[in-house]
């Protein structure tokens, strides 16, 4: 029996922090993990077999400890664990697979040699971590920060100083979007130098709680802030066009499918394309070659493979001070036009173009037909562009302003929001219109990259579900909540159904709206509760949710990790995608 209601009568165990954030491929890491209900742990569970929980050293009601052994060949970057207990298993959190010779903050503040990869935390509004090192004279090294998309919740500001203790250096934000700090700097002297890692604790006296650890990596790689075009056709050529520092020394390129650990910009409504599965086993890549490489551009080419998975892909490069991460490209099945290319007469298609100076705007005709929905949306952002807020404007052959759109739900956040641009619009006649893709701010340059994505749809809605894991006592009950996201332009009721368990049945109504709270900090999202009761089974039980709305649009439903919230309150998360939705019961 299943029916709606409001409570739960079992509280499974939840994580909030793993220490340290990572450690070195090749490696065996002891990694301490807190949460709640967690003495029943019978270890960790991660999201390939290149991480393996080895042994559990220590396991009270709050903490578990034990030791994580990292293959050679783990995949650089965000992996996804969580525990297992006999309860049930947890939410997940990130872990960081690195490069470099690291250690763990402790008493010891004298970094022994570089590069490193120095995994801290930032205990309580007073800490402050201090590190000394030393360099050579004309050496040029990158501070990099990362925490709030590597799975923690801090916020920092990040400053270089001398051997007396004087501000050479200073970073808060790295770019409008990345609010992790980085610097890089070249050393006109040789000597000992500090970096001071210090909270933002801004004017609402924001904490972090226990989510405060970090990775700090200090090393010579080059650094790839922006990549154009955005997108490839699968089954074709494609030259890709690197931007950014120290990439003189760059000899290889590649692309690796997005893992589930990497969707760092996850937002609601979503527009970038997001896949809801299991990671593949041996994660593709694809080789490229590098046709020539300077300090601060990189030219390379690749032939996109016709059987290439469709979605996200990464761009790394290496050279012999290590492998860099860049922005993430998407590879599809469409036409591709270059920005000044003629528009195809039907839909879908994608366009990639730079806005390369200050106050340009991008102008692009399209054939409409009277009756046939027009949508576009815009990457830039949501794929590691550093700068560009995109505003899209949609105008009739007079030049009349027809639709507009700024960013995909206003505001950004970990959650809801990103600067990205999504248009709807359905035109009564015929005729020829111009779309007008501009900075919200009037700027431009090489780092201003962005890809307009054109189809033929209307405004629809998105559905997803917390929490991550269900999990219910055999014969007890549990509450699933089902959360709808209406699209710019969309309304109307929306029945929604479970399937995996009977008679879970529900519907949103018209005025249950998605839109900005009163106090302009959050949103109000429509949400919808199921009380699940009277399983006398235990075992994992797969769910399904489906929405239909009245035009007869059908939509699944998704889960996602919650990683968060950066600051006080609940509404700032960082979200990866989940495979599944699933229902535990447990003895």
């Known amino acids: 029996m299943a029916v709606c209601g409001l409570a739960a009568d079992f509280e499974p165990a939840t994580l909030t922090r793993l220490h340290p954030l990572g450690g070195r491929a090749g490696s065996v890491v002891e990694v301490e993990i807190l949460g709640t209900k967690l003495a029943t742990a019978t270890g960790v569970e991660f999201d390939g077999k290149d991480l393996v929980w080895e042994q559990t050293t220590e396991r009270a009601e709050g903490r578990v400890r034990g030791l994580v052994s990292i293959a050679p060949g783990a995949a650089l970057g965000g992996h996804m664990l969580r525990v297992m207990t006999s309860q049930g298993p947890t939410p997940s959190l990130v872990f960081n697979v690195g490069q470099f010779p690291s250690f763990v903050e402790g008493e010891q503040r004298a970094v022994p040699s570089l590069p490193v990869e120095i995994y801290g935390r930032l205990e309580g509004a007073a800490d402050i971590d201090t590190y000394w090192f030393s360099v050579g004279a004309g050496e040029r090294w990158l501070f990099d920060f990362q925490a709030m998309e590597a799975g923690a919740a801090v916020e920092a500001r990040m400053i270089l100083l001398d051997r007396n203790g004087e501000r050479i250096a200073f970073n808060d934000d790295r770019d409008d979007y990345d609010e992790n700090p980085l610097i890089e700097h070249t050393f006109t002297a040789g000597g000992v130098y500090g970096v001071r890692l210090d909270q933002y604790r801004g004017p609402r006296g924001f904490t972090f709680g226990k989510n405060n650890a970090y990775l700090l990596r200090i090393a010579q ?47 609601y409504p979503y527009t970038m394309p997001i896949r809801f599965r ?47 991460e860049g922005p993430r490209v998407e590879i599809d099945d469409v036409v591709e036009i270059s920005e000044g290319g003629t528009l195809p007469s039907s839909f879908p298609f994608a366009v990639n173009g730079v806005l390369s100076q200050p106050r340009e705007w991008d102008t692009y005709s399209i054939a409409a037909k009277a009756g046939v929905p027009i949508y576009v ?37 970990g959650l809801l929001g990103n600067p990205d641009s999504s248009l ?12 007008v893709v501009r900075d919200r701010l009037k700027r431009g340059g090489e780092l201003y990259p ?14 997803f579900t917390t929490p991550e894991n269900l999990t219910v006592k055999r014969g007890g009950t549990a509450v699933l909540k089902v959360h709808l ?25 018209t005025d249950q709206l998605f839109e900005p709270n009163a106090d302009g ?31 007869g649009t059908v939509v699944e439903g ?30």
């Open 424 to 435: 709807f619009f359905t035109p009564a006649v015929d005729e020829t219109l111009q779309l």
């Open 450 to 463: 962005y890809r307009l994505r054109f189809a033929s749809r209307r405004p629809g809605f998105q559905l």
């Open 221 to 267: 790689l080059p650094r790839v802030r922006a990549v154009a075009p955005l997108g490839a056709r699968r089954g074709s050529a494609a030259r890709f066009r690197l931007m950014g520092s120290g990439l003189a020394s760059v000899t290889k390129v590649y692309l690796t499918e997005l893992r589930r650990g990497e969707y760092a910009r996850m937002t």
């Open 377 to 413: 949306s815009t990457l830039s952002a949501q794929l590691g562009g550093p700068h560009l807020d995109t505003v899209l404007t949609l105008l009739d052959t007079k030049g009349k302003k027809l639709a507009e759109n700024d960013d995909v739900v206003a505001g950004w956040g």
């Open 485 to 509: 996201v209406r699209e710019m332009g969309f309304a109307g009721e929306v029945e929604v159904w479970v399937t995996g368990v009977e008679g879970l049945h529900g519907k949103f109504r």
């Open 521 to 551: 900090a959050d949103m109000l999202i429509p949400q919808m509760e199921f009380r699940v009761s009277g399983l006398d089974t235990a075992g994992v039980v797969p769910l399904r949710v489906g929405g239909k709305a009245a035009d």
């Open 558 to 587: 998704h889960t996602a990790t919650m990683i968060g919230p950066i600051y006080q309150g609940d509404w700032n998360f960082f979200r990866r995608p989940v495979a599944g939705i699933t229902l535990t019961v447990v003895e």
């Open 278 to 324: 299991e990671d593949p086993a041996a994660n593709p890549r694809i080789d490229g070659t590098v046709v020539s490489a300077s300090e601060g551009r990189v030219e390379a080419s690749f032939a996109i493979p016709a059987g290439a998975s469709l979605g996200l892909w990464k761009l790394w490069v290496a050279g012999a001070s290590g492998v860099a």
